[in-house]
């Protein structure tokens, strides 16, 4: 490598948006080397041979036939915010070398956290992290357990683990044991069904944290920003960006309702450091920018316009499931997730036989298997991913 490298080389970046949009065709290449290459090809020659294994061979997640998972497909003023970043790598640790990149996320942090009437924030690279930094904080203010219902996501019990805290899941909130030392984990958007456990629940515990991962986004919904409401008497929330908020990865939040305090709980000074560090990570970056970028292009009311049109997909996903005499639902569409089957056909033998441009996840749910719709896709065709399963079952 020469110094010039590190400089914007506007050809190289014309070529890769031209190959990213399908303007132009990457060259042939080999397969990528299976050990560390000794000798470079050049920044050119690397693109085209990048092309295959990154956007070649990636998944469409913005396809008519992708019902499938909570991850949503993004938009390019993302992209451009990415690269942008990228060519900056702002470090968020240190003011230094991120003057106003820190500006920007608490900016995003107060643009967000109203709607869930928290006081503030940060964010995090997904909510894995956010529920544990949750957690962290529920514990250096005395909470001793976590407890949580059956269908709260794996991040918790990991989160307990990590924190070496008893984890307890219990059934229904209203006949749980005295929670003065625990911290109750509630899920808004349960990530098999989508539910939305009962938002006034564990009223006794010492903290309460609302995982709002997947349904967070409803938040700005005008339509179904009901759905949430109490979210705003937690003590804290996880919401990812990454799903239903159509950022690219990594990108998500954890909001307090008394953020001063939380990060006072949660923050380690080092002599190296001009300002204290907050939270789990060290080094970070700016992964607010797609997100301002994104509500700037679009507003609060684009933005939940795109969210309500999602959720009319699976409605109607959910009517052409219940008017076909072969396929049923385990029940209506709970924010934004469907679970279906086919009567006569097993939910692997589906999955196994589906065409290619179909894709629906599974899951198991009190030991029965579904099929799992999830409304992150605005391109998603209902009416396509049900041929899609009626024509596995069929084979
Ligand atoms: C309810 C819930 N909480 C937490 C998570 C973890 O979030 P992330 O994948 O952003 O780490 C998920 C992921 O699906 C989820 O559904």
Wanted: aromatic residues 6%.
């Amino acid at each position: 490598m020469n110094p010039e490298d590190f400089q914007p080389d506007e050809q190289l970046l014309l070529h890769a948006v031209a190959l990213l949009t399908g303007s132009q065709m990457a060259e042939p290449s080999q397969r990528l080397p299976m050990s560390l290459p000794e000798v470079g090809i050049g920044a050119d020659a690397a693109l085209s041979a990048m092309f295959d294994d990154v956007l070649g061979r990636s998944r469409d997640l913005g396809a008519p036939g992708f019902f499938a998972h909570m991850d949503p497909p993004t938009p390019p003023i993302t992209w451009a915010m990415h690269l942008w970043t990228a060519s900056r790598n702002q470090n968020l640790l240190h003011p230094d070398t991120a003057p106003r990149a820190r500006e920007l996320e608490r900016l995003a942090v107060d643009w967000i956290a109203p709607w869930f009437g928290m006081s503030g924030g940060h964010m995090t690279p997904g909510s894995t992290v956010a529920n544990l930094t949750a957690i962290w904080a529920a514990r250096e203010s005395g909470c001793r357990v976590v407890v949580s219902g059956t269908g709260a996501h794996l991040s918790i019990r990991k989160a307990a683990h990590l924190l070496g805290m008893e984890h307890r899941v219990i059934d229904d909130w209203s006949v749980a044991d005295d929670l003065t030392n625990a911290v109750a984990v509630i899920t808004a958007g349960t990530t098999s069904s989508g539910e939305i456990e009962s938002l006034d629940a564990a009223s006794d515990a010492r903290w309460r944290h609302v995982d709002a991962a997947w349904s967070g986004p409803l938040r700005l919904s005008d339509r179904y920003r009901h759905l949430l409401d109490g979210i705003e008497d937690a003590d804290s929330v996880a919401m990812s960006a990454h799903k239903w908020l159509f950022q690219p990865k990594e990108s998500a939040f954890v909001l307090f309702a008394d953020h001063e305090a939380a990060h006072k709980l949660i923050s380690v000074d080092g002599a190296y450091l001009a300002v204290p560090n907050v939270g789990i990570l060290g080094s970070h970056g700016a992964v607010a920018v797609p997100l301002l970028a994104m509500l700037l292009a679009y507003g609060r009311e684009g933005v939940a316009g795109m969210i309500d049109r999602t959720m009319a997909l699976i409605d109607e996903l959910a009517e052409l499931v219940d008017a076909h005499d072969d396929l049923e639902s385990r029940s209506a569409p709970s924010s934004g997730v469907l679970c279906w089957r086919h009567k006569g056909v097993s939910v692997d033998d589906i999955k196994r036989h589906l065409p290619d441009d179909v894709l629906v996840s599974s899951t198991v749910i009190d030991g029965e298997p579904w099929l799992r719709s999830v409304a992150a896709n605005p391109n998603a065709d209902p009416a396509k991913v049900v041929a899609g399963v009626l024509q596995a079952a069929a084979r």
